[in-house]
């Protein structure tokens, strides 16, 4: 595949995913303020690395998935039961939590590392790549190769480090509606994987 194309669909599909509000958007537009643009940089360049295994590994599951489509079946099986308990998860939390966490101080020394520690927190990321680069194969928009994968990762790295980098440069416009967004994202959360879940189940006992 055209190395261009690849790069230009990562960028897309991590700049759609990054644009959403999550803790990690929260946390470099907290330490934005903090300790200023570049300082967090930092933190991005350790969200963006791991972003890009995570790119890496979401491709190679989703070419082993439609080269396999008699385990589709069982994987979305599973896929719902999980899909069900991140959902009374995310509930659970959002009615528990009374008081606000207080904001926990990041050295600029750790800062990578501790933004590695983050990304590595999203659980939302390979299923999200996989998601959409299942999508790419079976519209034939992306034959999936080592190399291809490499190129998309690179594509997906640039595109969060940008998004992030965006956060991070209007964080003073941005803190009070991200603050009111996050405080609600458990709730959402738990809405958006409720309703797949029950959408899944549906389309299962429906086959």
Same mark, same amino acid.
């Given at each position: ?31 934005? !303020? ?19 295994? %995570? ?13 396999? @489509? ?6 979305? %099986? ?7 308990? !991140? ?13 606000? #966490? ?22 939302? #990321?390979?299923? &999200? ?20 994968? &490499? ?30 967004? #996050? @405080?609600?994202?458990? &709730?959402?959360?738990?809405? !958006? ?15």
């Amino acid at each position: 595949m055209n190395v261009f194309i690849c790069v230009l669909m990562g960028f897309c599909i991590a700049s759609l995913g990054s644009i959403t509000p999550s803790f990690l958007n929260l946390t470099v537009v907290k330490y934005s !303020l903090r300790n200023g643009t570049k300082a967090t940089f930092y933190i991005i360049a350790g969200y963006a690395t791991v972003l890009f295994f %995570q790119a890496n590994v979401g491709a190679y599951l989703a070419n082993v998935l439609m080269k396999n @489509s008699e385990y589709i079946t069982l994987i979305q %099986q599973i896929g719902t039961g999980i899909l069900f308990l !991140l959902s009374i998860n995310f509930f659970r939390i959002y009615y528990t939590s009374k008081e606000k #966490a207080k904001d926990k101080e990041i050295p600029k020394s750790k800062s990578y590392f501790y933004g590695i520690f983050m990304s590595l927190l999203n659980m939302m #990321a390979i299923p &999200f790549y996989f998601t959409f680069i299942s999508l790419l194969i079976g519209f034939e928009y992306f034959e999936y190769s080592y190399l291809n994968a &490499f190129y998309f990762s690179i594509g997906s790295t640039i595109g969060s480090f940008t998004l992030y980098t965006l956060y991070a440069i209007v964080a003073k416009r941005i803190e009070h509606k991200l603050d009111v967004i #996050a @405080s609600k994202m458990d &709730f959402i959360l738990g809405c !958006l994987t409720g309703v797949v879940a029950i959408g899944n189940l549906i389309y299962l006992l429906s086959k």
